[in-house]
């Protein structure tokens, strides 16, 4: 069970709720009693009307010189909400959701959100429950916060002051898309009426972001240990020389991320017949003789990623900040400012981005090497026994070819473009949620490309006249999780129920599950 604290929740707690369904503890009473100081400060400041605070006695953006009436906070706070629900396309993944709902209850826990524990409670329960929210993929732009992501998730939690006729959103529940409110009642969570900032706080900050973020880099690391698999095998099947795998060499290049690519490696191909077995070569290309100075640096950069996300985690996005003690010494007080800005999440998706598509072009180029002849080291043409009748895996890497290309364009920096708006008082925006989006795309693309690679190394292996048994023992595991899935490929038939089949080994990490034993 994870306990929400506001201050040392992690990655891999995040990935247990979002993708394992692990529950969320009830909020423990130094939090409560944290969010709740909070809350009353904003309560008696309402009351007051002395002074205009930013989306609590205020409009919002290029309004926020309007003063809105005490009595007025509630109202304010649920239009908002209203007014953000403005998202488009297909809905986020589950899995996106419900990081989004972890991270940002966490958020509130810190108690700087002004915000009741009530509030947190609801995205705990729905946790907990299995409510999930419909949340439209498209809309945000990466700065006031991920406003239409997380409104789409207020709409469901909140209820409208005046009742009858209101919208409540969607969201699944017990594997029906239902209205938020008839979700919410079956799970027996009562919606609550926003009090005041209460609206702002539910949307303005970069949750989304950040969820995807934190599941992506979770995804590079795991793409990139199956890549590593995959180029081992492919390595055994093309019958590669091994010096380039010498610890001498990498110790002098300076790249600790190299030299674990090439220590890996070493550990993969450890005990391979099919390695060396050309006396007069002295080189491979560069697809196969490069891999440690390709994947090393992108280790590097999922690494210094995962970094930054991890500090994001537990800091607090939204605006204006309640703080009951200043480092001056004074407070309680609330301070104004851009924490909601997502530049440096834009800057680092597009960093994984770009690293990862990598991943997959040089995957590609392995691919490619297996199925053609002039190349492969004797292995018959598209990897079939009879080309010309057949055709083998050669659609197949048509499409892992497509899905490179693909990835280019996907990989196109968001983070250096910026479109104003609210009348020019957002004049400069992250774009860090398309970043989130492509990235994503990105890695599901990589799962593929990896997937195919796979497909073909194993049918290369069994062409080979050692076949599987001239293997290392930790790719021979590799080999029969592929071969448990998918049979050998005789004739010509169907590939996208294999290339599926492998893939889902790839996303439950099912084929390494024997390797990283050792």
Known sequence: MITLTGSDLSIDEVVAVARRGEKVAPLDAPVRDRMSQSNEWIEAAVARGDR?????????????????????????????????????????????????????????????????????????????????????????????????????????????????????????????????????????????????????SLTNGTTFMLSAATLAARDALDLLDHAEAAAALSLEALRARSNFLHPALHDASGQKGQSEVAWNLRRLLEGSRLLDSDPDRVQDAYSLRCVPQVHGPIRDAVRFVTGRVDSLLNGTSDNPLVFMDLPDGTG???????????????????????????????????????????????????????????????????????????????????????????????????????????????????????????LSAAQAVDLRDAGPEGLAPLTRTVYDKIRSRVRFLEHDRALTPDIEAIADLVRSNAVLADVREH
């Open 52 to 200: 205009p605070i930013y989306g609590v006695n205020t409009g919002f953006g290029p309004l926020a010189s309007e003063r809105v009436k005490p009595e007025e906070a509630v109202r304010l706070s649920r239009n908002l909400i209203l007014n953000c629900c403005a998202g488009v396309g297909p809905p986020l993944a589950e899995d996106v959701v419900r990081a989004m709902m972890v991270i940002r209850a966490n958020t509130l826990a810190r108690g700087n959100s002004g915000v009741r524990p009530e509030l947190a409670d609801s995205f705990i329960r729905m946790l907990n429950k299995g409510v999930i929210p419909y949340v439209p993929s498209k809309g945000s732009l990466g700065a006031s916060g991920d406003l239409a992501p997380l409104a789409h998730i207020g709409l469901v939690i909140t209820r409208d002051p005046d009742g009858d006729g209101e919208d409540t959103g969607k969201a699944w529940f017990e594997g029906e898309l239902l209205t938020g409110a008839e979700a919410m009642e079956r799970a027996g969570i009562p919606r609550l009426v926003p009090r005041a900032k209460e609206g702002l």
């Open 332 to 454: 309680p007080d609330v301070v104004s400012g851009g924490n909601f800005h997502g530049q440096g999440l834009a800057l680092w998706l597009d960093l994984l981005g770009i690293a990862v598509a990598e991943v997959g072009s040089i995957s590609e180029r392995r691919t490619f090497r297996l199925l053609t002849p002039d190349l492969s080291e004797g292995l018959p043409s598209m990897l079939v026994a009879h080309p010309g009748l057949d055709s083998g895996l050669m659609v197949a890497q048509y499409t892992a070819a497509a899905l490179v290309s693909d990835n280019k364009t996907l990989a196109h920096p968001d983070s250096v473009d910026s479109i104003p708006s609210s009348a020019t008082q957002e004049d400069h925006v992250s774009m860090g949620a398309n970043a989130a989006r492509h990235t994503l795309e990105i890695l599901e693309n990589l799962r593929h490309i990896v997937a195919i690679e796979l």
